[in-house]
């Protein structure tokens, strides 16, 4: 018994065989679609809480530096190696060009 896509062959109309996927099993649709809603939502919520409770630029200071702390090291399990130089300054340039856009804007609203 193999795993993945069933291919199965049909012909066009052509004449030609086309490949094409078996139809879907509908529990496994069930199931991603209810992981993607869980999962979007929780998101939004998890924002909600986040700026009922924090101040506006703490919270996208906490959000990067928890995915930071969690794919560091996965990227260095994998091989992936330390950020090089220009990496680390192409970051943080976009760093200080996002935090310039978010206060102009935050001074703007005042």
């Known amino acids: ?3 993945g896509t069933t291919i199965v ?3 066009s109309a052509s004449g030609r065989i086309v490949p094409q996927a078996a139809p879907a099993n ?3 649709l ?3 679609y209810a992981a993607v809603y869980l999962i979007w939502g929780s998101t939004f919520f998890a924002i909600r809480i986040g700026i009922e ?3 506006p630029l703490l919270l996208p200071a906490v ?3 928890s995915i930071g702390l969690i794919f560091y090291p996965i990227f260095r399990y994998l091989g992936k190696g330390k950020p090089t130089p220009p990496m680390a300054n192409r970051d943080r340039d976009g760093v200080l060009i996002h935090g310039k ?3 102009t804007d935050r001074w703007r609203n005042l």
Do not use: K
Request: zero cysteines; aromatic letters at 10%.
């Open 30 to 32: 069930y199931l991603a």
């Open 9 to 11: 062959q049909a012909e």
């Open 63 to 65: 959000r990067h530096l």
């Open 53 to 55: 409770s924090l101040p």
């Open 1 to 3: 018994m193999t795993t």
């Open 26 to 28: 509908p529990t496994l």
């Open 101 to 103: 856009f978010v206060l």
